[in-house]
């Protein structure tokens, strides 16, 4: 593609999903096998709106099935699917021969339509399959999403109206590095075993995508619930799950969900998807941002860091030159550092998780039991706020 977006002043190509990909071959494979002619590139009107055409190549065909490949185009988005072959095999349905170039499944769990009956699609080598509930797709079934479902089967529909045949058709997508990409996805964690999720809900791919990321945390909260916890852990990154491996109190690190900067996004997921309560555990050096209300944590978002910090120090007497000095570091650490030194770290951490407390069940419009754990590498606890005892009690395995 030759779209591109501007993003923290720099211009990035767009790119296109595995669904986008899987569409386009699915339907290079049915006009081959429906109307006998070879494709190089298709033509596909997105979700988004945006229409795109996609290199398509032959890799099999014969009277009976026809599989075609597109190559996996991110555009400067670091996905890892990245360059990697995206393959589809239409069959009529009464030919097709089980666990052959696609290992394809057996029909029990394929997708069906409503809109076109007559077709029927499965994923096969190097496409996930389903393990735990909470996901788009019932335990059992590939993980194709719901949106490249619909645009596979409306791509080989269109060739079906155009060649007028209804015959059953089985579609099967298929990628050959699926299992071993998917070792460096979320994939494992979120109980797809055996390969890639075939994604996308606008059919591009947009470079550094915040939706992609809060699609993912959404994800993963809402398979967690599914599967029977009613209070979430959540953590912003590495920093928080590796105060959990030193914090202990039953806490495991396989329950948090990682929020990244989205704390604000992840409270919304939990409200949405039913929790009783969320447990959040983060530094310090995102974690004091909440004081100010600010949701998303990334530095370009909003910094705030030293000034929060050091108007409570103020409202609490402390000098002026203290405050100079404060508003001069770098670091959180360094600024808590001279408030220790002044005897003023506790009562500030105080104030802190009290405004805390309040902008993170003003964003949860008082619906969740919420807690809050924030820490400094070099001090520990900082500070928790009421609920903390209950939820980790609660959420901990040792009861």
Same mark, same amino acid.
């Given at each position: 593609?030759?779209?591109?977006?501007?993003?923290?002043?720099?211009?990035?190509?767009?790119?296109?999903?595995?669904?986008?990909?899987?569409? @386009?071959?699915?339907?290079?494979?049915?006009?081959?096998?429906?109307?006998?002619?070879?494709?190089?590139?298709?033509?596909?009107?997105?979700?988004?709106?945006?229409?795109?055409?996609?290199?398509?190549?032959?890799?099999?065909?014969?009277?009976?099935?026809?599989?075609?490949?597109?190559?996996?185009?991110?555009?400067?988005?670091?996905? !890892?699917?990245?360059?990697?072959?995206?393959?589809?095999?239409?069959?009529?349905?009464?030919?097709?021969?089980? +666990?052959?170039?696609?290992?394809? $499944?057996?029909?029990?769990?394929?997708?069906?339509? +409503?809109?076109?009956?007559?077709?029927?699609?499965?994923?096969?080598?190097?496409?996930?399959?389903?393990?735990?509930?909470?996901?788009?797709?019932?335990?059992? $079934?590939?993980?194709?999403?719901?949106?490249?479902?619909?645009?596979?089967?409306?791509? !080989?529909?269109?060739?079906? +109206?155009?060649?007028?045949?209804?015959?059953?058709?089985?579609?099967? !997508?298929?990628?050959?590095?699926?299992?071993?990409?998917?070792?460096?996805?979320?994939?494992?964690?979120?109980?797809?075993?055996?390969?890639?999720? !075939?994604?996308?809900?606008?059919?591009?791919?947009?470079?550094?995508?915040?939706?992609?990321?809060?699609?993912?945390?959404?994800?993963?909260?809402?398979?967690?619930? @599914?599967?029977?916890?009613?209070?979430?852990?959540?953590?912003?990154?590495?920093?928080?799950?590796?105060?959990?491996?030193?914090?202990?109190?039953?806490?495991?690190?396989?329950?948090?969900?990682?929020?990244?900067?989205?704390?604000?996004?992840?409270?919304?997921?939990?409200?949405?998807?039913?929790?009783?309560?969320?447990?959040?555990?983060?530094?310090?050096?995102?974690?004091?941002?909440?004081?100010?209300?600010?949701?998303?944590?990334?530095?370009?978002?909003?910094?705030?860091?030293?000034?929060?910090?050091?108007?409570?120090?103020?409202?609490?007497?402390?000098?002026?030159?203290?405050?100079?000095?404060?508003?001069?570091?770098?670091?959180?650490?360094?600024?808590?550092?001279?408030?220790?030194?002044?005897?003023?770290? +506790?009562?500030?951490?105080?104030?802190?998780?009290?405004?805390?407390?309040?902008?993170?069940?003003?964003?949860?419009?008082?619906?969740?039991?919420?807690?809050?754990?924030?820490?400094?590498?070099?001090?520990?606890?900082?500070? $928790?706020?009421?609920?903390?005892?209950?939820?980790?009690?609660?959420?901990?395995?040792?009861?």
């Amino acid at each position: 593609m030759e779209e591109y977006v501007i993003k923290n002043q720099k211009k990035l190509r767009l790119g296109i999903t595995t669904g986008t990909c899987s569409a @386009a071959a699915a339907q290079a494979a049915a006009i081959q096998l429906l109307l006998g002619v070879e494709s190089h590139a298709v033509t596909l009107r997105t979700p988004k709106g945006m229409t795109v055409s996609v290199p398509v190549y032959l890799l099999e065909a014969d009277a009976d099935r026809v599989s075609y490949k597109v190559v996996k185009d991110s555009g400067d988005d670091p996905d !890892v699917t990245n360059g990697t072959d995206v393959c589809v095999t239409v069959a009529y349905a009464k030919q097709r021969v089980r +666990e052959q170039i696609d290992g394809s $499944q057996d029909r029990s769990c394929a997708f069906t339509s +409503e809109s076109f009956p007559y077709l029927t699609l499965d994923g096969g080598i190097g496409i996930g399959r389903v393990t735990k509930e909470g996901l788009e797709q019932a335990v059992g $079934q590939a993980a194709i999403n719901r949106v490249p479902r619909q645009m596979i089967f409306a791509a !080989v529909a269109d060739v079906c +109206e155009k060649a007028n045949v209804s015959e059953p058709l089985h579609i099967t !997508v298929w990628m050959p590095e699926g299992e071993a990409l998917a070792k460096r996805t979320f994939n494992p964690k979120l109980g797809i075993e055996g390969g890639l999720s !075939v994604l996308g809900t606008s059919g591009i791919l947009e470079p550094m995508s915040e939706q992609a990321l809060i699609d993912t945390i959404r994800v993963e909260m809402r398979q967690k619930l @599914a599967n029977g916890m009613e209070y979430l852990l959540v953590v912003p990154g590495n920093y928080g799950i590796d105060f959990l491996d030193q914090y202990g109190h039953g806490l495991q690190l396989e329950d948090a969900v990682k929020c990244s900067n989205f704390v604000g996004e992840a409270l919304d997921a939990a409200v949405e998807f039913g929790a009783k309560g969320v447990l959040l555990v983060g530094h310090i050096g995102k974690f004091v941002k909440l004081a100010g209300g600010i949701m998303n944590t990334h530095s370009h978002n909003a910094d705030a860091r030293m000034e929060l910090l050091t108007v409570h120090a103020a409202l609490l007497g402390a000098p002026v030159e203290l405050l100079q000095k404060m508003m001069e570091c770098v670091t959180t650490d360094d600024a808590l550092k001279y408030l220790k030194e002044a005897d003023l770290m +506790e009562p500030v951490m105080e104030r802190i998780m009290e405004k805390m407390e309040f902008y993170v069940n003003q964003r949860a419009q008082h619906q969740l039991e919420l807690g809050v754990i924030t820490f400094s590498n070099v001090f520990g606890i900082l500070g $928790q706020t009421k609920n903390v005892p209950d939820l980790v009690k609660k959420i901990g395995r040792d009861k």
